[in-house]
């Protein structure tokens, strides 16, 4: 049964650090595009991030440009997201998600870089003094 599952989130002030993980079960991600995506109470859910299978291809969201970096290690079938100089309005619940798209490079279209089949229960990011 294929299976995402979020790790990392927690309570950061602001300024901080966190790196969230997306382990990957049943399924190896090696052929499949990850999304990193946030929703915060209210507010509709964005997206976040994209790397493509093979790592080549990586997008941001304009809000998180320079202080975001979505990596992969194919080996470990995970997922990673290193958030730096966090933000209060970083604050959210944060989810990844698969689909598969060999070597596909990441263009954002719409409201996602892809439609994401594969979803985790998601993590929570909260940001606060």
């Known amino acids: 049964q294929l299976q995402l599952v979020e790790s990392g989130g927690g309570l950061v002030q602001p300024g901080g650090s966190l790196r969230l993980s997306c382990a990957a079960s049943g399924f190896t991600l090696d052929y499949y595009a990850i999304g990193w995506f946030r929703q915060a109470p209210g507010k509709e859910r964005e997206g976040v991030s994209c790397i493509s299978s093979n790592g080549g291809s990586t997008d941001y969201a304009d809000s998180v440009k320079g202080r975001f970096t979505i990596s992969r290690d194919n080996a470990k079938n995970t997922v990673y997201l290193q958030m730096n100089s966090l933000k209060p309005e970083d604050t959210a619940i944060y989810y990844c998600?698969?689909?598969?798209?060999?070597?596909?490079?990441?263009?954002?279209?719409?409201?996602?870089?892809?439609?994401?089949?594969?979803w985790g229960q998601g993590t929570q990011v909260t940001v606060s003094s």
């Open positions: 998600a698969a689909e598969v798209r060999p070597d596909r490079a990441c263009y954002y279209r719409g409201s996602s870089w892809f439609h994401f089949g594969s």
